[in-house]
């Protein structure tokens, strides 16, 4: 299992190492920031981030509190890949979908960077039939980072036959159609710039927050999220700070953003323009406004079904951290399923691990929504009763 892991690891020759960057000027816009740095020095900025994400997790309402858009629409644009892997192709991938056209929500995101395609959020759309006298049902998938934009719609086909769930698949900052062309991968989310990587962290919450907004405006009551990895993170820290998120799915789950980066495989090449500069320790403390573990209790305010799938040969989420959110699950007053599967990081996405995980997720999510949301249940369980006599 290694050997393989390894193996999916290593494929991709395209990953570049990026000089370390506080990234000050990316958190200008962030509420509640603390006074300015009285130096630029690297002792005086770094005391800036420490106070800075201090702050911002004990105001985490605020710091991901956002307005909704007004801007809302959906198109219909082709189908493209847009792939990140050192041997894709556009042309040749393309053209596998020449003629297909696919439905997708676009609006702006509240939250601002300096790349106009990165703000018009891309979710696309996959609708359910409606069904008379029973709730509108949505998930909303959250990918993992570099995945391009194919990744995970097979869940889409999956929920909807399953669950009776529309859903919308999120691109992520900096992700497939809203990745700045200076980029052949998805660096800009996750980077050696701490700032950057804090903003665009924010940005994926508050979005993933949107999309519910425009259910909620097509009439769709109970919703979900399901996210994988960098998705999972997002995932997480949008439903901790959303009440109306019930049925929550990730796909391998971690701790702390910072000790992913210093520990993981997949980034390594981050490490590196960082570690020159910070320890884990201090890495740990400069992500720690977009890290899960800070985020539990917020979690717990409400009722939440949720459904944990981490691996046992992760090297990019070490099995150590994955068993620690495990066990914070467990000792919740939270209704937590929690499942290891023999493989690892990369290889949940091959055979037969990937069916594995689509088989959990959706008998999962056939169930979740009647238990998260139990009064729409009892609801259509009474009106069937009385029509049946």
């Given at each position: 299992m290694n050997t393989w892991e390894y193996r999916l690891e290593t494929r991709d020759s395209n990953r570049v190492v990026r000089p370390f960057e506080w990234g000050l000027e990316w958190t200008k816009g962030f509420p509640g920031l603390p006074a300015p740095p009285a130096s630029k020095e690297p002792a005086g900025l770094k005391r800036y981030f420490f106070e800075m994400n201090d702050r911002m997790v004990a105001n985490s309402e605020e710091f991901f509190g956002y307005k909704t858009p007004t801007d809302f629409r959906l198109e219909q644009r082709q189908i493209r890949v847009h792939g990140t892997g050192s041997h894709s192709n556009p042309e040749i991938d393309d053209a596998k979908y020449a003629g297909q056209f696919g439905t997708f929500l676009r609006f702006t995101s509240p939250v601002r960077s300096p790349y106009p395609e990165n703000d018009l959020v891309n979710a696309r759309w996959f609708p359910a039939p409606e069904a008379k006298g029973?709730?509108?049902?949505?998930?909303?998938?959250?990918?993992?980072?570099?995945?391009?934009?194919?990744?995970?719609?097979?869940?889409?086909?999956?929920?909807?036959?399953?669950?009776?769930?529309?859903?919308?698949?999120?691109?992520?900052?900096?992700?497939?159609?809203?990745?700045?062309?200076?980029?052949?991968?998805?660096?800009?989310?996750?980077?050696?710039?701490?700032?950057?990587?804090?903003?665009?962290?924010?940005?994926?919450?508050?979005?993933?927050?949107?999309?519910?907004?425009?259910?909620?405006?097509?009439?769709?009551?109970?919703?979900?999220?399901?996210?994988?990895?960098?998705?999972?993170?997002?995932?997480?820290?949008?439903?901790?700070?959303?009440?109306?998120?019930?049925?929550?799915?990730?796909?391998?789950?971690?701790?702390?953003?910072?000790?992913?980066?210093?520990?993981?495989?997949?980034?390594?090449?981050?490490?590196?323009?960082?570690?020159?500069?910070?320890?884990?320790?201090?890495?740990?403390?400069?992500?720690?406004?977009?890290?899960?573990?800070?985020?539990?209790?917020?979690?717990?305010r409400w009722k939440k079904e949720v459904l944990m799938i981490h691996t046992e040969y992760d090297r990019t989420f070490l099995p150590e951290f994955s068993r620690r959110i495990a066990e914070e699950f467990r000792r919740s007053k939270l209704s937590a399923q929690i499942h290891c599967l023999p493989c690892g990081h990369y290889t949940l996405g091959e055979s037969p691990y990937k069916y594995m995980c689509g088989f959990l997720a959706t008998r999962f999510v056939a169930g979740a929504f009647n238990r998260a949301y139990p009064k729409n249940a009892d609801r259509i369980e009474a009106a069937s009763a009385e029509a049946a006599g």
């Open positions: 029973k709730p509108k049902r949505a998930m909303i998938i959250v990918p993992h980072w570099n995945g391009d934009a194919l990744s995970h719609n097979g869940f889409a086909q999956l929920f909807r036959l399953f669950g009776g769930a529309a859903t919308l698949r999120l691109s992520m900052p900096y992700h497939d159609i809203r990745m700045p062309g200076e980029l052949k991968r998805a660096d800009y989310s996750v980077s050696s710039n701490i700032g950057r990587t804090l903003h665009a962290a924010r940005q994926a919450v508050i979005d993933i927050r949107c999309c519910v907004d425009w259910l909620e405006q097509q009439g769709y009551t109970e919703f979900g999220v399901i996210g994988t990895s960098l998705g999972s993170c997002y995932a997480f820290i949008a439903s901790a700070h959303d009440p109306r998120i019930r049925v929550n799915i990730f796909n391998h789950a971690s701790t702390y953003f910072g000790d992913v980066i210093w520990t993981g495989f997949s980034t390594r090449h981050v490490r590196q323009g960082i570690e020159k500069v910070l320890t884990v320790d201090e890495l740990r403390h400069a992500f720690a406004c977009i890290s899960p573990m800070y985020f539990f209790e917020h979690f717990q």
